[in-house]
């Protein structure tokens, strides 16, 4: 089964007056639908829009694998455990907060920053907060979240350049830039798909280059 849903459908919310846009693919803040709580362990997947100064003050978090794709921009992040890092376009960063870590996320650059944040459900809570940044992860490296028993794989795919989707329990699709086609449906940027025990499903690229990232998941 294949169900797509499409940017214009997320929730927004976020921060009018501090500046901060925000679009919610699941069930985040005061937005509620007991229909979109979560698929396999993906808990969320927000894209977050900062102007410059712009950020999220000193919050915490706890059981949860916390993973970060910065769009365009530079994204700052402090946390309670030491690290002071930043992320760009291309890097991976992997927050695995476990028993419990506070962070501040900011725009500290000159340009506007847009990224997405992907929560997903640990396999276990507890444990010692984690931290790592792969940065400029090339496309044919898979990141392994073994914490969530989950896979990210980024896919840059050329005008009509095909790869194969994973054939697990769960696939959950996000479209960063770019057109691709999965089966007959075209997705854009912002677009989804949440995949059910398919198999030999492809991921096509359209009219011009595209990023995507897909999530291997557990049932």
């Known amino acids: ?7 214009g459908d997320r929730f927004r919310g976020g ?5 901060i846009d925000s679009r919610h693919s699941f069930s ?11 698929f396999g362990p993906v808990l969320a997947c927000n894209e977050e829009r900062l102007p410059p100064g712009a950020g999220f003050d000193e919050h915490p978090h706890s059981h949860t694998e916390i993973v970060t794709w910065v769009v365009e921009g530079e994204l700052t992040h402090h946390d309670s455990a ?29 340009e506007p920053l847009t990224f997405l944040q992907m929560w997903l459900a640990p396999l276990e ?18 990141y392994a979240l ?11 795919l050329a005008a009509g350049e095909r790869t194969a989707v994973p054939d697990a329990p769960k ?11 999965i089966g007959d449906a075209e ?10 025990a398919e198999v030999g499903l492809e991921l096509i690229g359209g009219a011009g280059p595209s990023e995507t990232l897909i999530w291997e998941l557990p049932d």
């Open 28 to 38: 985040f803040g005061t937005f509620y639908d007991p229909d979109n709580l979560r």
């Open 187 to 196: 997705l854009a940027p912002g677009d989804s798909a949440r995949i059910t």
């Open 146 to 156: 073994p914490e969530a028993g989950a896979m990210l794989h980024v896919r840059r």
């Open 171 to 181: 696939v959950y699709v996000h479209v960063v830039a770019g057109q691709v086609w």
């Open 82 to 110: 030491g690290h002071t890092t930043r992320v760009r376009p291309g890097d991976v960063q992997h927050l695995s907060a476990a028993s419990g870590v506070r962070h501040v996320e900011r725009n500290d650059g000159e």
């Open 15 to 19: 921060d009018e007056a501090a500046g």
């Open 1 to 7: 089964m294949i169900s797509v849903r499409r940017s």
């Open 125 to 142: 809570p507890g444990g010692e907060p984690t931290y790592t940044t792969v940065p400029g992860i090339a496309d044919s490296t898979p």
